[in-house]
């Protein structure tokens, strides 16, 4: 395949998946702004709608930190480092969007805006554990080291997943557990009329980290090929262009 049809098809896939994400969060919105209000907590249920897909959200981009990472290690092919970089990114950005939806709900419901809850605190130390991984890759010059250190690293971090996924199990505090519940008996713990809008909105969201992974995974190829044309050039041969590593 040559460099010009491989760019096509990227960008393809890009305006794909950008239009599965409007279209799935135009539907997400509209179905969440039809939902009728909680007898208890009225319109803030609705941050249910954004909350929990968010929490979705940095969960599969951490999760796609650590198969990226693994596929490195076994494939030793660039592009799985460039992912697992964007994946990480993306949950950083998505644990933040979490932490602040949160936020918002606790501070009505619980009256105050943060508590040293397991589920949150765990949730707060993602934080530390991935912006460790980012500050990491910046440290190491040469990349193959750099891609195997961080590979690691992603796939022990992975770890948060689990771990924050049944904090409110194992350690019981003022956070809500679950509301879909995989262990022993599934079970969704919410009102059946908020079903919906939470599938449309964790689909739409999943669009929306597939658009997010491709775009900053381009985005980090381009920046590579950057660098190894300033490698080159440095080395004494201006022009020549890096041999890419897949």
Same mark, same amino acid.
């Given at each position: 395949?040559?460099? #010009?049809?491989?760019?096509?098809? *990227?960008?393809?896939? $890009? $305006?794909? %998946? ?12 509209? %179905? *969440?702004?039809? +939902? ?5 907590? @009225?319109? =803030? /249920? ?5 909350? /929990?897909?968010? !929490?979705?959200?940095?969960?599969? +981009?951490?999760?796609? $930190? ?12 660039? #592009? ?5 970089? !964007? ?13 602040? @939806? ?15 809850? +397991? ?5 707060? %130390?993602?934080?530390? /554990? ?14 193959? #080291? ?6 690691? /690293? *992603? ?21 809500? $557990? ?12 919410? !009102? ?6 939470? =599938? ?9 980290? %597939? ?17 190894? #044309? ?6 004494? !041969?201006?022009?020549?262009? *890096?041999?890419?590593?897949?």
């Amino acid at each position: 395949m040559t460099t #010009r049809s491989s760019i096509k098809k *990227g960008n393809l896939m $890009t $305006t794909l %998946l950008g239009g599965a994400t409007v279209v799935t969060l135009v539907v997400a919105i509209v %179905l *969440g702004l039809a +939902a009728p209000l909680d007898v208890n907590q @009225g319109s =803030l /249920v609705r941050l249910m709608f954004v909350h /929990v897909p968010s !929490a979705w959200l940095s969960y599969l +981009a951490y999760g796609g $930190t650590g198969l990226f990472g693994l596929l490195y290690l076994i494939q030793r092919q660039r #592009r799985w480092d460039r992912l697992a970089l !964007a994946s990480a990114e993306i949950g950083v950005l998505f644990t933040v969007v979490t932490i602040v @939806g949160g936020m918002l709900w606790a501070k009505p419901t619980w009256g105050t805006y943060w508590v040293w809850d +397991a589920r949150l605190t765990t949730t707060a %130390l993602s934080l530390v /554990v991935y912006g460790g991984y980012l500050l990491i890759r910046t440290l190491i010059d040469d990349p193959e #080291r750099r891609a195997r250190v961080s590979a690691v /690293v *992603g796939i022990v971090g992975t770890l948060y997943v689990p771990i924050n996924y049944m904090a409110v199990e194992w350690w019981r505090g003022v956070h809500q $557990t679950q509301t879909l519940k995989l262990l022993g008996k599934v079970r969704f713990d919410a !009102a059946p009329v908020y079903g919906w809008v939470l =599938l449309m909105a964790v689909v739409a969201f999943t669009f929306l980290y %597939l658009y997010l992974l491709n775009v900053r995974g381009t985005l980090a190829a381009r920046e590579e090929a950057r660098e190894e #044309r300033e490698l080159m050039e440095d080395l004494g !041969a201006p022009g020549v262009v *890096g041999a890419s590593h897949g």
